[in-house]
T-cell receptor, first 113, second 110 residues
Framework: DAGVIQSPRHEVTEMGQEVTLRCKPI?????LFWYRQTMMRGLELLIY????????DSGMPEDRFSAKMPNASFSTLKIQPSEPRDSAVYFC???????????FGSGTQLSVL | QKEVEQDPGPLSVPEGAIVSLNCTYS??????FMWYRQYSRKGPELLMY????GNKEDGRFTAQVDKSSKYISLFIRDSQPSDSATYLC??????????FGKGTRLSVIA
């Protein structure tokens, strides 16, 4: 299995632009999580899905952030408009059922100038 | 107070040293405890996994959980430069998302 696949690996954009991050979970995994990691705050959960349905989006910082999971093999995290304080590494992770073992992608390094 | 607290370090030790990494947690409902290792510019990878209190050993690594004091530990024996990474503890209860500590950055110097 190829693991959790994220794209792009790096994204540099200007303030106000729309940013879309993409994730392909491990095949057969029915939970998908989006995390953001910064030095100051560590790894923060933004939103998670079960069977493509958003379960908890309380970690989404504000309305500028949105996430979708149109099918079991694809999810997007969109920031519109982006701001410099959104600069961070964004990770997607997936797991199977109630297993607690979470598998992470390699992350997207986002820089908003 | 975060549910899982972890000293961010950084921690620097000589090769061959015994390393002790620690976390505390506040949620008594936590039942599963994990340690993830994260190399630079990579995603976290599961290193150790324990259920409830007790010890678990895997090669040079030992994970220890003391639920009475809400304390989680990871010990690394005979540390190697390849162990240099950020170590994150995590806890969870039932079918909920993992709660992570901030991570401790470890450097093992040859």
């Amino acid at each position: 299995d190829a693991g959790v696949i994220q794209s792009p690996r790096h994204e540099v954009t200007e303030m106000g632009q729309e940013v879309t991050l993409r994730c392909k979970p491990i095949s057969g995994h029915d939970y998908l999580f989006w995390y953001r990691q910064t030095m100051m705050r560590g790894l923060e959960l933004l939103i998670y899905f079960n069977n493509n349905v958003p379960i908890d989006d309380s970690g989404m910082p504000e309305d500028r952030f949105s996430a979708k999971m149109p099918n079991a093999s694809f999810s997007t995290l969109k920031i519109q408009p982006s701001e410099p304080r959104d600069s961070a590494v964004y990770f997607c992770a997936s797991r199977k059922g109630v297993e607690e073992k979470l598998f992470f992608g390699s992350g997207t390094q986002l820089s908003v100038l | 107070q975060k549910e899982v607290e972890q000293d961010p370090g950084p921690l620097s030790v000589p090769e061959g040293a015994i390393v002790s990494l620690n976390c505390t947690y506040s949620n008594s409902a936590f039942q599963y405890f994990m340690w993830y290792r994260q190399y630079s510019r990579k995603g976290p990878e599961l290193l150790m996994y324990t259920y409830s209190s007790g010890n678990k050993e895997d090669g040079r690594f030992t994970a220890q959980v003391d639920k009475s004091s809400k304390y989680i530990s990871l010990f690394i024996r005979d540390s190697q430069p390849s162990d240099s990474a950020t170590y994150l503890c995590a806890s969870v209860s039932g079918n909920t998302p993992l709660v992570f500590g901030k991570g401790t950055r470890l450097s093992v110097i040859a």
